[in-house]
């Protein structure tokens, strides 16, 4: 069983940019396609981005297409999301997941415990 813990969230203005990062706890390598969710107080946890095994591959949500990039360095079993001209909408508790495919939070089987961003002037 692999353990994800994210880290690299904070408070950042609009327009600002911040970089999450998910370190697995064993080489995902090939392994796992990773994604990334985000949860607001009320809402289902929304897909993000996802980067698949070999890193070849992403797949956006709409809103964030153009200014999120998912990216992976499977020599250091770590996932990264790169977050530019962020916006108050962003604001959420990001989640990292492994073990699953697609877009439906209900399909992953690995979770971390979700890192806090909040974009506020």
């Known amino acids: 069983q692999v353990q994800l813990v994210e880290s690299g969230g904070g408070l950042v203005q609009p327009g600002g940019s911040l970089k999450l990062s998910c370190a697995a706890s064993?080489?995902?390598?090939?392994?796992?396609?990773i994604s990334w969710f985000r949860h607001t107080p009320g809402k289902e946890r929304e897909f993000v981005a996802r980067?698949?095994?070999?890193?070849?591959?992403?797949s956006y949500a709409a809103s964030v297409k153009g200014r999120f990039t998912v990216s992976r360095d499977n020599a250091k079993t770590t996932v990264y999301l790169q977050m530019n001209s962020l916006k108050p909408e962003d604001t959420a508790v990001y989640y990292c997941?492994?073990?699953?495919?697609?877009?439906?939070?209900?399909?992953?089987?690995?979770w971390g415990q979700g890192t806090q961003v909040t974009v506020s002037s």
């Open positions: 980067v698949t095994g070999s890193g070849r591959d992403t």
């Open positions: 064993e080489p995902t390598g090939e392994r796992y396609t």
């Open positions: 997941a492994a073990g699953g495919w697609g877009d439906q939070a209900n399909n992953y089987d690995y």
